[in-house]
């Protein structure tokens, strides 16, 4: 049976574990379900990691309804957007042996209590030198300093005009970008910290990077992707012109002989216009049918 060496012991296919603070599913519970080790064909085909690949399903502990809401709170910030549990990839997660701890010898009853509550698991992670998340002091101060770089930056744009606002938009959105990056990023090294926080404004110098990088329209390509797969939920979503028919994804292209004509479709217009038609003889109807009830009484 393949096992996996960690700095937290030696893990194995079937073992309960908890990852540790250093990655984005941080304080979950679950099982191993398979380690494919460095250098093995398994391993090359899955992952560039230089480490062995560990199989996690996080779904395999039943969170109650109090820890769903911390996962998807979460998970909503990681992704920018609400993110509720079911929308989460969760039941086969690549781990690397730095980031999870066995936990199976606690049995079950200790692991219960430690996965209710990420506040638990939380606790327990921290008894391990490296276990716990990376918000250490020089954390904390490049994150307080990247505030600051933002809010002098929103202070500054103050004195500008209309025109010359929009003209830096790009900028101003690569400023707010790099800002939610930096300071929500948590697996920074120490080497990383003392590069950053030489800086008096280390915000701007990730926000021209990233400036420069999206001036490259070849990234838009993974957007567009990523819409043309998503059609029905964007149709759904946003509103359409008036006139507008939405186009069915990967509709065949049947061409259908001696048809009758469509009957024009309605503007918005027309049919706000019909509705409130429909309503006023709706309502001449139920005052006519009340006055004959009358007239029987």
Not at 28 to 49: C, Q, R, Y
Not at 142 to 153: A, G, P, Q, S
Not at 237 to 247: C, F, I, N
Not at 280 to 292: M, V
Request: aromatic share 10%.
């Amino acid at each position: 049976m393949n096992t996996a060496k960690t700095i937290f012991g030696e893990i194995q296919p079937g073992d309960w574990v908890i990852a540790t603070g250093n990655n984005d599913y941080r304080y979950l519970i679950g099982t191993v379900l398979e380690i494919n080790k460095l250098g093995t064909p398994e391993h090359a085909a899955e992952t560039s990691n230089d480490t062995d690949s560990i199989h996690v399903d996080f779904t395999a502990f039943d969170y109650p309804p109090e820890r769903i809401k911390e996962i998807e709170e979460h998970f909503s910030i990681l992704n920018y957007e609400e993110t509720y549990i079911n929308a989460i990839p969760l039941d086969d997660v690549i781990m690397a042996p730095d980031m999870l701890i066995r936990i199976t010898h606690l049995g079950e009853a200790e692991i219960t209590r430690m996965g209710n509550l990420r506040h638990n698991c939380e606790a327990f992670c921290a008894c391990f030198p490296g276990g716990g998340e990376l918000h250490n002091a020089k954390h904390a101060e490049l994150t307080e300093r990247v505030y600051k770089n933002l809010t002098d930056y929103h202070m500054n744009l103050m004195g500008f005009g209309k025109q010359e606002i929009i003209d830096m938009a790009g900028k101003i959105i690569a400023m707010s970008d790099a800002h939610c990056y930096l300071t929500m990023y948590n697996r920074y090294t120490d080497d990383e910290l003392d590069f950053f926080l030489q800086f008096q404004n280390p915000l701007e110098i990730v926000a021209d990077e990233w400036y420069e990088r999206k001036s490259d329209l070849d990234d838009m390509s993974y957007t567009m992707d990523y819409i043309n797969g998503s059609r029905d939920d964007y149709l759904l979503e946003y509103p359409l012109m008036d006139t507008a028919e939405p186009v069915p994804v990967d509709a065949p292209n049947i061409e259908k002989a001696d048809e009758p004509a469509e009957k024009p479709k309605q503007t918005l217009a027309e049919k706000l216009q019909a509705a409130v038609e429909k309503a006023k003889a709706q309502e001449t109807n139920n005052n006519h049918k009340s006055h004959k009830r009358e007239e029987r009484e």
